[in-house]
């Protein structure tokens, strides 16, 4: 059986036609062995898709700017951070690879984790127990 690469809260954006739409994964379910993700349209329509359909989007600096991450420059980097329960979470574009970014936690500033689409900090913050909802 293939891996779940969505759960329900992801904002991910899927094509009908040529129109490009961000929907919500709001559930899922299996079907032959293959995973389903329900969801749900900006008009409140809810259909399912397989993986193939979906298209992750990728992390931008407007969309942390649009979450409530502060920018902070430095003179080698723009760093976005966030305080969320007492503990701050920093992430900066990659310097070899702007398309993925480097989150790290707390006042270390180490490399933590690597990411490129907006579902994957959603997961991180997730995991954490933090608000994991997004705005776009």
């Known amino acids: 059986?293939?891996?779940?690469?969505?759960?329900?809260?992801d904002l991910v954006s899927v094509y009908v036609g040529v129109e490009k739409y961000i929907v919500k994964?709001?559930?899922?379910?299996?079907?032959?062995?293959?995973?389903?993700?329900?969801?749900?349209?900006?008009n409140g329509e809810i259909q399912y898709a397989d993986k193939d359909n979906i298209v992750p989007i990728p992390l931008t600096p407007e969309i942390l700017d649009n979450n409530k991450w502060k920018r902070l420059k430095s003179k080698r980097y723009t760093w976005w951070r966030i305080r969320l329960d007492s503990v701050y979470y920093f992430i900066k574009p990659n310097k070899d690879c702007p398309s993925v970014w480097e989150l790290c936690r707390g006042n270390t500033r180490r490399r933590f984790k690597k990411i490129k689409y907006v579902h994957q900090l959603q997961h991180f913050l997730f995991g954490l127990e933090l608000n994991s909802d997004m705005n776009l």
Do not use: A, C, R, S
């Not at 994964?25 to 900006?42: A, C, D, M, R, S």
């Open 25 to 42: 994964v709001i559930g899922i379910k299996t079907e032959n062995e293959v995973f389903l993700y329900q969801i749900k349209f900006p």
């Open 1 to 9: 059986m293939e891996q779940i690469k969505y759960i329900p809260g």
